[in-house]
């Protein structure tokens, strides 16, 4: 969407979906400090306001305060229609590539069949980064990998196989996790880490189930 005020273009994405990964994971840890609407009228909540506007709207930080405040209102309002978190429920890639590297993402499915090896490196991050950005990164580094197309012999259809988790990943998670939030599209990826953290509670939830449960 373009909006045009007297001289100044603005352009909005169609979902904050389309955004980076860098850019979606600020905006929402920005927004997760504000929990009522009394939060937003404060000068704290007006400045991250105008942030995450330019953020989405790609401006320079101070091209939008020469707006009058029925500009700035409009702005505000399409650009918060578009932070819709509804607009991100699209349909999951398989795979997206970055610098001539394809990625396999994962599916619900296949993360209920997560390695010890990955579920050690998660937990471990979980446990020691702090950082909201850095963390959910670091679990989609160890979660989405290169991967390799093969064709079925059979049905001729082609999938992604991701490569098996090693040493390899864990020495390039810190990499892998940048290039992710510099590059990697957020409605390519947060699937995948949705999907582990609901596979993560529904586990917590059985698990906690089956401990109260009276005996046999």
Request: aromatic share 8%; hydrophobic share 35%; no cysteine.
């Amino acid at each position: 969407m373009e909006l045009n005020y007297r001289d100044k273009i603005v352009t909005i994405p169609d979902s904050i979906g389309d955004l980076t990964l860098g850019k979606f994971l600020n905006i929402t840890e920005r927004f997760s400090r504000f929990k009522t609407e009394a939060d937003y009228k404060t000068i704290e909540g007006q400045i991250a306001m105008m942030e995450v506007v330019e953020m989405i709207t790609n401006v320079k930080d101070g091209d939008l305060d020469d707006l009058t405040i029925m500009e700035s209102t409009d702005l505000y309002t399409k650009v918060f229609q578009t932070f819709d978190q509804n607009k991100l429920n699209i349909n999951p890639v398989d795979h997206f590539t970055i610098d001539d590297t394809t990625y396999a993402t994962r599916s619900m499915q296949s993360l209920t069949g997560i390695s010890t090896g990955e579920n050690i490196s998660i937990q471990t991050i979980m446990e020691n980064e702090l950082v909201y950005e850095k963390r959910i990164s670091k679990m989609l580094a160890v979660l989405i990998r290169p991967a390799t197309k093969t064709i079925d012999s059979e049905t001729k259809e082609e999938r992604w196989v991701q490569d098996r988790f090693d040493k390899k990943d864990i020495d390039n998670l810190d990499y892998r996790a940048n290039l992710f939030l510099e590059k990697a599209i957020a409605k390519d990826v947060m699937p995948t880490i949705n999907f582990f953290l609901l596979s993560l509670t529904n586990s917590t939830t059985t698990t906690k189930t089956s401990s109260e449960a009276e005996p046999l």
